[in-house]
C-alpha cells in the first residue's frame, strides 16, 4: 500500500502525527502543573477552559488513560510510517537509520520541547486542551474505561488500591507557605495580617494580656475622689471594680455610662448599679477561640483565671486585633518606655517586657513559648535571681543584667556592647 501513496505524502502525514504527539505530551504536563487553586478560581469566574480543565481533572485516571491512548497511537503510527518511508528511500539499511532519527525527533520536538513550554505556561496550554479533550473523553469513553479497568486491574495484583482523588486542602503551616510565597502579589502588611490570623491558635489569651500587677481599676474601698481621679486618668473605656484587691472583682464599669450620671450624683451605690456582670475565662485559651466567643457574647473584656480561680490578668478584643493587625493605639503608658537605644546595637530594655511585643517592635525572636516577660525567661534559665552585671546569651542575644531589686530583675542591657563579655549560653 506505502508504494500507491506519494512519498510527499507520506512525508505530511509523518509531520501531522509529529505534531499530534508534541500536543498530547505537551498537554499532558500542562494539565498536570495547573495549580488547583488557581483553576478553581478561575473556573468560579467563569473561564469555559478552566471549567473543562477542572472537570477533567476530577477524574486524573481516566484522562491520563485518554492522553496515552492518543500519544501512544501517534508514536507508534509514527515509528510505523518511518520505515515505510525509509524503505522507500533506501531499502532496508535505510529503516535503522529511520528509527534513529525518529527517536531523536520525538524526543527534542514531541516530547523535551512541549513539555517544556507546557511546564512554564501551563495555563495557557492546558486551557484549550481541555476543550479539546473534554469532547474526546465522551467518544473514547468505552475504550478508556477498559484501559483504566485493565490497569488498575494489574495495580491491584500488586496491592495498589484506588482511594479515590486524594485530597487538595492545606493544612495551616502549608497555608503560611502559600501566603509566605505571594510575593510581591500581596503587601508586606497584608501578607503579615494573614499569617498572624493563621497563627491565633497558637497564641493564647495568656501572651496577650496584661498582668494581675498591671491591671488598672476602681477599688470601692477607696474614697470617691479617688476613684474620681482613676476614672478621669484611665486611658480604658472599661474597667474592673474589685473590692480590696482584684481578685475580689464586682463587676466592669464602662465609663459611658457614667455620662448620664450628673457629676455632685457620683457615689458607690450609684457605680455599682452601672457594672456589668464580668466575664472569665481560664488562662492557656486560644486567640482564636476567644475571638469567637467575644463575638458570641458581645463582650469585649475579659478577666483570665487559674486553675484556682485567682485572677491571672485582663484581655480585651483590642488586644486580639493588635495581634492581628499590629498597634493601632497610642499607648502613653507604654509608649517606648520599655526599650531606650544606648547606641546602633544597643537597648536598655524593662525587664517587665512582654517578650512577644519585644519581638514586634524590635524585629528580635526571642523564645516566646515560655514566660512571658524578659524577667521571668532569663529567671528560668539562671534558676535564680541574677546580681546586677550577669551576662548570658538567649538565642544568641548577649543580655546583661542592670538593675535588680528584692525580688526581680528590673533592668536589662541588650546588645552588641556585651558581646565582647564571656556570656554563657
Known sequence: MGDDVPLGALIGLLVALLLLSAFFS???????????????????????????????????????????LGNNLVNFSAAALVAIIAFKLGGQPAVALGTLILTL???IFS??????????HPERVAFPAAMIYYPLSKITYPLVWLINVASNGVLYLFGVRDDGVPSHSLSHEELRTVVHEAGGRISNRYRQMLISILDLEKVTVDDVMVPHNEIVGIDLDDEIDV?????AASQYTRLPVYEDNIDKVVGILHLRRLANLAQHSLDKDALKRLLEEPYFVPEG????????????????????VDEYGDIQGIVTLEDILEEIVGEFTSDPAHDDDDVIREGPDSFLVSATANIRELNRSQNWDLPTDGPKTLNGLIVELLETIPDPSTCLKISGYPIEVVTVDDNRIRTVRVGRR????????
Open 105 to 107: 525527533v520525538v524526543l
Open 285 to 304: 485559651t486560644p486567640l482564636s477561640m476567644q475571638l469567637v466567643q467575644f463575638q458570641r457574647r458581645r463582650e469585649r473584656v475579659a478577666l483570665v
Open 418 to 425: 556585651v558581646a565582647e563579655h564571656e556570656c554563657e549560653d
Open 111 to 120: 516530547e523535551t520541547a512541549p513539555k517544556t513550554l507546557a511546564a512554564l
Open 227 to 231: 476613684i474620681e481621679r482613676i476614672i
Open 26 to 68: 505537551g498537554s499532558e504536563t500542562a494539565l498536570m502543573s495547573l495549580n488547583r487553586y488557581k483553576l478553581r478560581h478561575r473556573a468560579r469566574e467563569g473561564h469555559r477552559g478552566a471549567k473543562l480543565a477542572e472537570r477533567l481533572l476530577q477524574r486524573p485516571d481516566r484522562l491520563l488513560g485518554l492522553i496515552l
